[in-house]
């Protein structure tokens, strides 16, 4: 049962673009609906639960309780579930980062995707750790962890090296 693949994705930074706080669009603005998504995000997020993964990847974020519920108006909003095809059941949140090894220990996840290093560094007995598009702040302070992941910039990217 070990050997079935399952992928975790982070939600901040990977899904839900992160803005500058003073943008009109910014995700801590009251026009958090409308923040965008990462370019690509949805539909290679179809293709992974369609394919490899097949109804295999799960949302995993770290955020306290009004962030979790402005994620869940976004995800809902933005038809995050009819174009990924991933159901709401999918989608879990954590209030601190290294809880996401709890989660991700409970659920059997095999792979990660996460924009900060510090988070993939507390999820080493996973096979497949991708560190998406990092602040070089956020690699320079975690770079222990760096040797354990692969670096990408984009959800095209990472596509093709998760769907080759
Ligand atoms: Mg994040």
């Given at each position: 049962?070990?050997?079935?693949?399952?992928?975790?994705?982070?939600?901040?930074g990977?899904?839900?673009?992160?803005?500058?706080?003073?943008?009109d669009?910014?995700?801590?603005?009251k026009?958090?609906?409308?923040?965008?998504?990462?370019?690509?995000?949805?539909?290679?997020?179809?293709?992974?639960?369609?394919?490899?993964?097949?109804?295999?990847v799960?949302l995993?974020?770290?955020?306290?309780?009004?962030?979790?519920?402005?994620?869940?108006?976004?995800?809902?909003?933005?038809?995050?579930?009819?174009?990924?095809?991933?159901?709401?059941?999918?989608?879990?949140?954590?209030?601190?980062?290294?809880?996401?090894?709890?989660?991700?220990l409970?659920?059997?996840?095999?792979a990660?995707?996460?924009?900060?290093?510090?988070?993939?560094?507390?999820?080493?007995?996973?096979?497949?750790?991708?560190?998406?598009?990092?602040?070089?702040?956020?690699?320079?302070?975690?770079?222990?962890?760096?040797?354990?992941?692969?670096?990408?910039?984009?959800?095209?990217?990472?596509?093709?090296?998760?769907?080759?």
């Open positions: 049962m070990e050997n079935i693949e399952k992928l975790g994705v982070d939600i901040g990977v899904i839900i673009a992160n803005q500058d706080v003073n943008a669009t910014s995700f801590m603005s026009n958090y609906l409308s923040t965008p998504a990462l370019a690509d995000a949805f539909i290679e997020l179809k293709k992974l639960n369609e394919g490899r993964f097949r109804d295999r799960y995993v974020s770290k955020c306290g309780p009004s962030v979790q519920s402005k994620t869940r108006k976004w995800l809902k909003h933005n038809h995050f579930y009819e174009t990924t095809g991933i159901p709401e059941d999918k989608v879990h949140f954590c209030m601190e980062r290294r809880e996401k090894a709890e989660i991700s409970s659920l059997g996840l095999t990660f995707v996460d924009d900060r290093l510090e988070i993939l560094g507390y999820l080493k007995h996973m096979r497949d750790l991708f560190l998406f598009n990092p602040t070089k702040e956020e690699v320079e302070a975690n770079k222990e962890h760096l040797p354990l992941v692969k670096v990408v910039r984009t959800w095209s990217e990472l596509g093709a090296l998760l769907n080759p």
